[in-house]
């Protein structure tokens, strides 16, 4: 065999490695990505039917429900448009509030409802995830808390003139 062909098959070799280590990493990423769907996605069956995904909303007024002694909780999620029951068993975060917005992983249930493993509350009066301001925003419902402004630039202290 001569040194070119050597050197060829090396380079093909350190291709075909290359290739498939991308191809590996891409369909290992795909598995963990988890996709966010609004209750009108859901309610007109875009959302996969038994894998994980997120869904956010507003916690309708009135709609929690809990059974005394237990750490299942039931609420509704809606977007102003559709509405999706969901059911949560742990503790919820100090935030969960009813008409507040928050994200939700989980899967859909064989019922339909959302059987949620995960629940996550904004952290503050104005604040509201990403996604689901901009999913209320788009359905033109309801009120929509602000989003905080950018703070201010700095200003560098002024000297004396003198």
Not at 38 to 66: C, E, L, N, W, Y
Not at 127 to 151: D, F, H, R, T, W
Request: aromatic letters at 6%.
């Amino acid at each position: 065999m001569t040194p070119r062909r050597k050197r060829l098959l090396v380079v093909l070799g350190i291709l075909g490695g290359v290739a498939a280590s991308v191809t590996l990493a891409v369909m290992a990423s795909r598995q963990n990505i988890m996709f966010y769907y609004d209750p009108t996605q859901i309610a007109a069956g875009q959302a996969p039917k038994h894998k994980r995904f997120r869904v956010g909303g507003m916690v309708v007024k009135g709609s929690v429900a809990r059974k005394p002694g237990d750490l299942t909780v039931r609420f509704v999620l809606t977007d102003f448009a559709h509405e999706i029951p969901v059911q949560y068993s742990g503790v919820l975060p100090d935030l969960f509030r009813e008409g507040q917005g928050i994200i939700a992983h989980g899967s859909l249930g064989p019922d339909g409802a959302f059987v949620a493993d995960e629940v996550l509350a904004k952290h503050d009066e104005k604040y509201m995830p990403p996604e689901v301001a901009a999913s209320l925003k788009a359905k033109g419902g309801g009120s929509v808390p602000a989003q905080p402004a950018a703070a201010p630039a700095p200003q560098p202290p002024r000297t004396p003139s003198g």
